[in-house]
């Protein structure tokens, strides 16, 4: 074959492929895909037309009934490879087989109590498992958008409220430190390199999916536990912590028009409305049909219900080491350049939260028996 023939059958070639590619659904990659965030993501994704894929480890495959809880309604439409972030040799091989056009990068130690009781882990995971994901992504993917997800918490000791894009970052925990770094990371990568990476500062978003670790689930989950009568207490730390709390639903499509952008950038996604702790408990309760009325002060304060009962106690060890005591996010620029908005207000969050562990409660077997209890309240509601 004559050297016109072989260029001619070359440029064939990576014509073929370049309308191969075009005619396929783009391919996604989730790291994280059995959290709360990743299994949102995954379903808005699919709906998209997206052929997703996820990073999970070994053991979620071999326990799927309780690692994979969250996607297991997706199992048969997404490709899971076994792998941790830990493993730089395995993120590289998955990102060469994947060959995805979006990465969305969610996987985290997230949890800020446990980032103070081990912050070794912490970072360990959350700086270098970003690094080895960048650093595959680079070398077998250079093509393939890439989304970090950043939070609020790197704001920490904010020196304004609300936060913005150009706030100043002032990390209180070991986890917000580490997420400074991720975010560090991706920008580095963005400008020493021209990947098109970019990171979500989001601020607090909750769901039925959310851990029971987290303050907004222990809340909603607790206090339903006490209606039923399957618990007296619910044991909280600072009351009067302020958070911006949206939908998670909500969230995860801002991460996607995040990458749909022409030009990679970081966005601030919140709501931009405050409410504390005690907001939320006082609003999970009248869903609820309780009412708590607060006495004491400090540590010493406790809620009652109609009763007379104290049903939520403060712990100091549920304090932070340091706190941080309010983080709201303007979003104003995801409005004017994403065309996002939250579409869920804080009422519609809570309800949502309470009616599924009221739910929950019903089919799991925590009553053993009292499910006509369950049923029977529900439908007062």
């Known amino acids: 074959m004559d050297l ?14 370049y309308f191969d590619k075009k005619s396929s659904p783009k391919i996604a990659l989730i790291t994280g895909i059995t959290g709360q965030d990743g299994s949102y993501l995954a379903e808005f994704l699919l709906d998209k037309g997206y052929e997703v894929h996820g990073i999970v480890r070994r053991a979620a495959i071999e326990d799927p009934a309780h690692r994979l809880s969250r996607i297991k309604h997706l199992l048969d ?5 076994s792998g941790t972030l830990e493993n730089y040799p395995r993120v590289i091989e998955i990102f060469e087989e994947v060959q995805p056009d979006e990465c969305y990068h969610l996987a985290a130690q997230s949890f800020v109590h446990e980032s103070f009781e081990d912050s070794h882990s ?12 960048l650093s595959s992504l680079k070398r077998k993917a250079p093509n393939c958008k890439f989304y970090f997800a950043a939070t609020s918490e790197m704001f920490g000791k904010a020196e304004e409220v609300p936060q913005t894009e150009k706030t100043k970052f002032h990390p209180r925990s070991p986890y917000g430190i580490s997420k400074v770094a991720g975010f560090d990371l991706t920008r580095n990568y963005r400008e020493a390199y021209g990947l098109f990476a970019c990171s979500g500062i989001l601020f607090n978003h909750e769901s039925p999916r959310r851990g029971f670790e987290f303050v907004t689930r222990k809340i909603t989950s607790g206090l339903v536990k006490i209606k039923l009568g399957l618990e007296n207490s619910l044991f909280l730390g600072n009351l009067d912590a302020k958070r911006d709390w949206g939908f998670a639903g909500d969230y995860v499509e ?21 409410h504390t702790v005690r907001e939320f408990v006082e609003k999970a309760a009248k869903e609820l049909g309780m009412k708590i009325e607060w006495r004491g002060e400090g540590i010493d304060e406790k809620g009652y219900d109609e009763n007379g009962r104290a049903i939520i106690e403060i712990k100091p060890e549920f304090y932070r080491p340091a706190e941080v ?7 104003s620029t995801a409005r004017e350049k994403l065309g996002w908005k939250p579409k869920t207000n804080f009422d519609e969050l809570i309800k949502m939260m309470v009616e599924s ?12 028996g009292e499910q006509d209890k369950v049923g029977y309240y529900r439908s007062k509601l």
């Open 325 to 331: 005591q309010t983080l709201l996010g303007d979003a």
């Open 357 to 368: 562990d009221l739910k929950s409660l019903q089919k799991s077997g925590l009553l053993r």
């Open 254 to 274: 801002a991460m996607w028009r995040i990458l749909q952008q022409d030009k990679p950038d970081d966005f601030v996604i919140a709501t931009g409305e405050t």
């Open 4 to 17: 016109k023939k072989e260029i001619t059958l070359a440029v064939e070639n990576k014509l073929q492929q």
């Open 122 to 133: 912490t970072l360990n995971t959350n700086i270098n498992g970003t690094n080895y994901v």
């Open 77 to 81: 439409k997404i490709k899971l490879h």
